[in-house]
């Protein structure tokens, strides 16, 4: 177990002093984090509209925070490059996000072309229903996205490290909400890039 939380630290650890430095993009961090949090608590009532929440809100704030607003140059805290950061990324780089995404735009398509989808589901009617339709699709693909790269980590790098990025996963949201609840007053007093000072001699 002390490997396993080793391991669990070590990636949350990387993922923050590596993917996080915009104070822009910290705070989206916690807007997606405490949305994902009321959207476990709805996945208990209605599992549809908890997944059109965490990807409308959720994960758009998320993803945007990351493409639009954290740096992508050279990373003078870490001595990274950006194209080192994205090969040894445990969990979704750009290229697989850009691939997840695409297929989360696609499937509401899909539903109005198809709302049967060949038979195998009840065709929706009336708006809602084909909002709950995209929502169980949503919930289908963040399950199937979740159990794909966890597959992927244990085929090529053990199960230590694919049970420890799913743990981290499944608790990004608090993990968020403990690192970046002050990340809006850092912006409010003008600090768009976290200078990372407490990264010091730890970055490995």
């Not at 490997?3 to 910290?26: A, C, G, M, P, V």
């Not at 984090?33 to 549809?48: T, W």
């Not at 499944?170 to 976290?194: F, M, N, Q, S, W």
């Amino acid at each position: 177990m002390n490997e396993f939380f080793q391991t669990l630290k070590i990636q949350r650890w990387d993922d923050h002093r590596y993917y996080h430095h915009s104070r822009i993009n910290q705070s989206l961090h916690l807007i997606s984090a405490l949305s994902f949090l009321v959207a476990y608590g709805m996945v208990f009532v209605n599992p549809a509209w908890a997944a059109l929440l965490a990807w409308c809100v959720s994960m758009t704030t998320r993803q945007a925070g990351h493409f639009f607003f954290e740096p992508r140059g050279y990373d003078e805290v870490n001595q990274a490059t950006d194209e080192h950061k994205e090969e040894i990324k445990v969990g979704y780089n750009i290229r697989r996000k850009i691939v997840l995404l695409a297929v989360w735009v696609a499937l509401p398509a899909v539903l109005w072309l198809a709302p049967s989808l060949g038979g195998l589901i009840e065709p929706a009617v009336g708006l809602q229903a084909y909002l709950e339709d995209v929502g169980m699709a949503w919930f289908c693909l963040g399950v199937v996205g979740l159990f794909f790269r966890v597959g992927q980590l244990w085929a090529t790098q053990g199960a230590m490290q694919a049970f420890a990025w799913m743990t981290k996963i499944l608790t990004d949201p608090i993990h968020d909400v403990y690192l970046y609840h002050k990340a809006p007053l850092y912006l409010l007093r003008g600090e768009l890039i976290d200078p990372m000072h407490h990264i010091g001699g730890e970055a490995r």
